[in-house]
């Protein structure tokens, strides 16, 4: 019997860091879901159809199109059963892939549109995660998301606090980059640090790498979500060796700050235009802290296990 390569890493233990709950639905869940809630703008209601669908509208090449289907798993995240269902299911599919320790995020402001508070959404999420603990064996963390586009980051800021002793892990800027650099949401940022909790933020995916220097200086992240065009900051040969750096890299480097790696869901968002040009190469070998992780395994049709394969 002959073990393959994949069968190894998927039973393996692995961590994984960078994982957007809304973005990691089971296609059949979807469906069910929006039966159950009247839900009719699906475009197919078959699971293997539907799985396909997601993949495709997320493999265009840009961040604004891979963000569409998100509409849709949304909409069937309204209510506390769903909400609770969908981090279970989450925590049985991480098992399933050799995870034993995940953090997952998502933005509460997006599951509100049918009379939830944001505190309810938050402990629906939470009692799933918990339940998937006990049955799975899998450990985990939320984090919460404020979005770049939105006024109200103060507040998810506050409500990540709130939660702290309860499951919650951290807080998150995510959304659309352009046009929305992170220091415009300076304050939400001021009182994680006054509280002493941890800051992760979406930075250098689609836009440059001036978006991950204010991410660090101006909202002190201790971690950076993509931070590809990092490698902007690179001075590279014609070999494709590293043979300088910029004082961004150095200072991410020296620091340690950790860096969440998405490797084809870059490719699929367009940040990369094939995997081979993905930066992680290069991190790895100049020693920065880098990790692997799958972003949204809906969308980009992936696994822990796919991504290190």
Partial sequence: YIVTT?????????????????????????????????????????AGELAEWFHRGANKGNLVEYLQGFEHTCAVMQNKEALERIAYEMMED??????????????????????????????????????????????????????????NTLEFAELAVNFRHRGVVGFDLAGEEGGYPPKKHIEAFQYIQRENFNIT?????????????????WCSAHRIGHATR???????????NVIGMGDLAQFV???????????????????IDKIENHPFGKFFKEKFRVTINTDDRLMSDTTMTKEFL
């Avoid at 994949?6 to 929006?34: C, F, M, N, Q, Y």
Wanted: charged fraction near 25%.
């Fill in 6 to 46: 994949e069968e190894i890493i998927r039973s393996v233990p692995k961590v994984l860091l960078h994982d957007h709950l809304d973005g990691g639905l089971r296609p059949a869940t979807i469906i069910e879901l929006a039966k159950e809630m009247k839900y009719s703008k699906l475009p197919t209601s078959d």
């Fill in 201 to 217: 933020i979406h930075a250098g995916e689609a836009f440059g790498k001036d978006s991950i220097w204010q991410a660090i200086q």
């Fill in 253 to 271: 480097l020296d620091k340690r700050i950790p860096l969440e790696c998405c490797l084809l869901s870059n490719v699929h968002t367009g940040a």
């Fill in 94 to 151: 991480m098992k399933n892939d050799g995870v034993c320790y995940v953090e997952t995020r998502f933005a509460p402001v997006f599951h509100t549109s049918k009379n939830l508070y944001n505190d309810d959404v938050v402990n629906a999420v939470l009692a799933g995660l918990e339940r998937g603990k006990k049955d799975f064996n899998v450990g985990y963390g939320l984090i919460i998301c404020g979005m770049r586009n939105m006024k």
């Fill in 230 to 240: 990092l490698v902007d900051d690179f001075t590279v040969d014609a070999d494709g």
